[in-house]
Nanobody, 120 residues
Framework: QVQLVESGGGLVQAGGSLRLSCAASGRTLRSYDLGWFRQAPGKDREFVASIGGSGGSANYADSVKGRFTISRENAKNTVTLQMNSLKPEDTAVYYC?????????????WGQGTRVTVSS
C-alpha cells in the first residue's frame, strides 16, 4: 500500500509563489506516473500537472502552463509542484496522485490534499 502526504499549502497573495511537496511511503514510485490535481469549492477535481515514471515527460493543464513546474526525485520518493504567479482562480485543495497501470492492473493512489488559497 502506498501513502502519499502533501505539504506546502497555505495562503498567498496573487502573484506570489508556493511550493507543494508530496512524500510517498510504502513502495518506491520510480515507475509510477506522478501528478497533481486540484478541486475548487463546488467544482470537480481537475488535472493540474503530471510527470511520467523513469524520465517521462511533464504535462500541464493549459491554465497553469508557464506558471507551474512539476518535478520528481525518485531517490527520495517525492514529487514537487512549484507554483509561481499565482492567481485567485488557483485557489483549491491540491491532491497528489500516483498511478501505475499495466494490462488489468491499475494502482491509483491519492494523498489527503493540501489547501491553497490565493487572495486578490
Amino acid at each position: 500500500q502506498v501513502q502519499l502526504v502533501e505539504s506546502g499549502g497555505g495562503l498567498v497573495q496573487a502573484g506570489g509563489s508556493l511550493r507543494l511537496s508530496c512524500a510517498a511511503s510504502g513502495r518506491t514510485l520510480r515507475s509510477y506516473d506522478l501528478g497533481w490535481f486540484r478541486q475548487a469549492p463546488g467544482k470537480d477535481r481537475e488535472f493540474v500537472a503530471s510527470i511520467g515514471g523513469s524520465g517521462g515527460s511533464a504535462n500541464y493543464a493549459d491554465s497553469v502552463k508557464g506558471r507551474f513546474t512539476i518535478s520528481r526525485e525518485n531517490a527520495k520518493n517525492t514529487v514537487t509542484l512549484q507554483m509561481n504567479s499565482l492567481k485567485p482562480e488557483d485557489t483549491a485543495v491540491y491532491y497528489c496522485n500516483a498511478r501505475w497501470r499495466f494490462l488489468t492492473v491499475d494502482n491509483n493512489y491519492w494523498g489527503q490534499g493540501t489547501r491553497v488559497t490565493v487572495s486578490s
